[in-house]
């Protein structure tokens, strides 16, 4: 799947070219272990606690990263700031000798009033402003929460970093769900509404190979076949 728009809309598919060709930039998407809230499908942004992984999350990041290490060829590996993901980089840098660095930009959302609540808890109690929410990219959840347009805005900015300083090599990107949605998103030049549209479970990997030419090909979504007895 290649698409080499960042706009809102879909675009056709590009024709490959000899830049297309030439060695990509691979984004190995990572999305943290379980934390409590997880089972539960509680929103859990960067607004609220910071919780950490639990024991099936644990043992979810130790799996992602025994795969990871048997692909091998990964150059870098780059988490979010927050705990449950920076323990998830933890346990798959070990594997592949390397060290985490940290991107403030690649943070999950800030859900405002919403944090800690299930959706169902959410459309019971904001039913207007979860219809927003999931109308606008532009309307904020939880009133004070990050709108997706703001989070869009510095996940480019993120991935563009990235891009830059390992062109042409592998990096493990430990995030959240919002986050990788999004670059998922980009990469397709989907329109927003997508968001809504995606399973990344956790600890699933998920794959995006970056052309010179501007192009992005999705590779794989949301692969958990490494989970098998830890989910």
Known sequence: MRNGSDSGGGTASVPPTSASQSSPTTLLLL???????????????????????????????????????????????????????????????????????????????????????????????????????????????????????????RTRHARDRLLTRYRGRTVLVVSHVGVLRTLVRLALGAPPASLFRME??????????YYADGNASLRSLNDVAHLAGHR
């Open 200 to 209: 990344l479970a956790a600890a699933s990997l998920s794959t995006v190979d």
């Open 31 to 153: 999305r943290h272990g379980e934390t409590a809230l997880t089972p539960q499908k509680r929103l859990s942004g960067s607004g609220g606690d910071d919780p950490v992984l639990s024991e099936t999350g644990r043992h979810q990041a130790e799996a992602a990263g025994r795969a990871l290490a048997e692909r091998g060829g990964i150059h870098a590996v780059v988490s979010s700031p927050l705990c449950r993901a920076r323990q998830t980089a933890e346990a798959a840098a070990r594997g592949l000798g390397l060290d985490v660095d940290v991107d403030e930009g690649l943070t999950e959302a800030d859900f405002g009033a919403w944090e800690g609540l299930t959706f169902a808890e959410v459309r019971e109690r904001y039913p207007d402003e979860l219809a927003a929410w999931r109308a606008s990219p532009a309307a904020a959840p939880g009133r004070t929460g990050e709108t997706f347009t703001a989070v869009a805005r």
